[in-house]
């Protein structure tokens, strides 16, 4: 007869494969999506380039410089921007459908909505976040989560969108391409900090924001990304 522990064990692994399967058949779905989108891109695409050549504006804004890395080891980064590093305890990871109130601020793991509803990879300014209950459930699938307090300078928050969508190494061995396996929101749970980033039991925190900030959200980044519980190591 099973043990308990072997029995968890099994219920774990259950509904871990029943949860990629969700996010694989949302995954489907949403490129169902794109490609559809796609082909009336491809309706209008004449006239797009008709304009442009009548001397429309182009409209896309570029991208706001930010310093190059200097510092890339975690703790001396952290340091340099005189923001802190913590580890808090995990404080579960149950499926959930009512609030939930965590203990850290901004949340680093907890009980959390049930797939397909977790927030997806992804710039989130400009718009609404999403609730704690979902991108906690983005934590647990390795996502790093970067936090600005609302009111925050907007040329800070287009800083921020670059560093978001900066390529990066990670030292789980994949890399963050244009931003992959990574969200960026307005906080939605009254941090004190200007800045912070979240991991799956991990934390930055920033008082201030300065020039320093990047490059320790960058060491973050490329320390945590997916290393959570249950990887999901593609873009979600």
């Known amino acids: 007869m099973a043990s308990r522990q072997e029995e968890k064990e099994r219920r774990k692994q259950e509904r871990i494969e029943r949860e990629q399967a969700e996010a694989a058949a949302a995954r489907r779905k949403r490129l169902i999506q794109t490609v559809a989108g796609l082909a009336v891109a491809a309706a209008v ?5 008709v304009a442009t050549m009548g001397g429309g504006k182009d409209d896309t804004s570029p991208k706001v410089a930010i310093p190059a890395r200097k510092i890339t080891d975690l703790q001396d980064a952290a340091k340099a921007a005189k923001c802190v590093l913590t580890n808090p305890p995990i404080e579960g990871s149950s499926h959930v459908t009512t609030k939930v109130k965590y203990k850290s601020n901004p949340p680093t793991s907890g009980d959390h909505v049930p797939p397909p509803e977790l927030a997806k990879d992804g710039e989130y300014t400009g718009v609404a976040s999403p609730e704690p209950e979902r991108y906690v459930h983005s934590l647990e699938h390795g996502r790093v989560i ?8 907007k040329r800070r928050i287009d800083q921020l969108a670059t560093l978001f969508a900066e390529n990066s190494k990670t030292d789980f061995g994949l890399d963050s391409i244009n931003g992959g396996f990574t969200l960026l929101i307005a906080n939605n749970t009254k941090m004190t900090q200007e800045v912070a980033a979240a991991a ?14 990047f490059d320790a959200i960058r060491a973050f980044r490329q320390r945590y990304v997916l290393q959570a519980p249950e990887k999901v190591t593609e873009p979600e």
């Open 45 to 49: 695409a004449a006239g797009v380039v």
């Open 146 to 153: 970067i936090h600005y307090k609302p009111g925050l300078a």
């Open 200 to 213: 799956w039991g991990h934390t930055l925190g920033c008082p201030a924001f300065n020039d320093q900030v």
